[in-house]
């Protein structure tokens, strides 16, 4: 784990601010609503200065959150959906493993084989091992860019295979309209990154579990959620 959360010349305790973090990112919930929450506890704070601690300690809690080991036996699901800032249309192109953990996402104003092949050279990079298996719709950027950058991985593409890939978008969606969009590129992969790696976290891998399984899994989600905040359990 990387270097402790410093909360110095910080007015509010650590144990608020990761609090509102936590609300701001797991939930699909505006800043005043995370305001109005926490002023129902006797936090009076400004939606602004929560927007500040999103930007500041999202990105450091998220990097500092435990994820889940790669493995050569995974499929990759791939799939990208366009998202409107400013007036322009961007695609934000995620991959999901066969549970639906979210394994990478990246903004980009292209939606070709140029944009394809920047996304698997990211997802090598970062997982260390190609996959078992690929799993993408009919665009054809998809089998471009396979065929260049992992040519020995199997790359099945149909529309009904990549329902995993294409429900992954429904948290993003719910959020997007909560924030009534968003207001730069920059600003969004900065969220998504931070936004998926709670939802990683919290969120049961997709298989039959118990009330008590869930029960305890969100009980050590919150438990790592502390630990990376640095606040005591």
């Given at each position: ?60 809690y998220a ?5 889940k ?9 791939l ?7 400013s ?9 999901v493993?066969?549970n ?10 292209r939606?070709?084989?140029?944009a ?8 090598l ?21 396979q ?20 429900n ?15 207001r730069s590129?920059?600003?969004l ?30 009980l ?6 502390k630990a ?6």
């Amino acid at each position: 784990m990387s270097k402790p959360i410093s909360y110095k010349r910080h007015r509010f305790p650590p144990e608020i601010i990761a609090h509102a973090v936590w609300l701001y990112f797991r939930f699909p919930l505006s800043l005043r609503l995370v305001e109005e929450m926490l002023l129902e506890r006797g936090v009076v704070i400004s939606y602004e200065t929560i927007r500040r601690w999103a930007l500041k300690f999202g990105p450091a809690y998220a990097r500092r959150l435990r994820r889940k080991p790669p493995s050569r036996r995974d499929i990759w699901h791939l799939d990208e959906v366009v998202v409107t800032i400013s007036g322009k249309k961007h695609w934000l192109w995620r991959a999901v493993d066969q549970n639906g953990y979210v394994l990478d996402e990246i903004l980009q104003s292209r939606r070709d084989t140029k944009a394809a092949k920047r996304l698997l050279t990211r997802l090598l990079k970062k997982q260390g091992c190609p996959p078992r298996r690929m799993i993408t719709d009919k665009l054809g950027s998809y089998a471009a860019a396979q065929r260049q950058i992992m040519p020995e991985v199997e790359h099945r593409s149909h529309k009904g295979l990549n329902n995993r890939a294409e429900n992954s978008h429904l948290p993003f969606r719910r959020r997007e309209r909560a924030m009534q969009g968003f207001r730069s590129p920059r600003y969004l992969q900065r969220f998504v990154s931070v936004f998926s790696a709670v939802r990683n976290l919290f969120v049961p891998p997709r298989s039959r579990r118990s009330a008590a399984a869930t029960h305890l899994h969100r009980l050590n989600a919150m438990a790592g959620w502390k630990a990376a905040a640095n606040i005591a359990a």
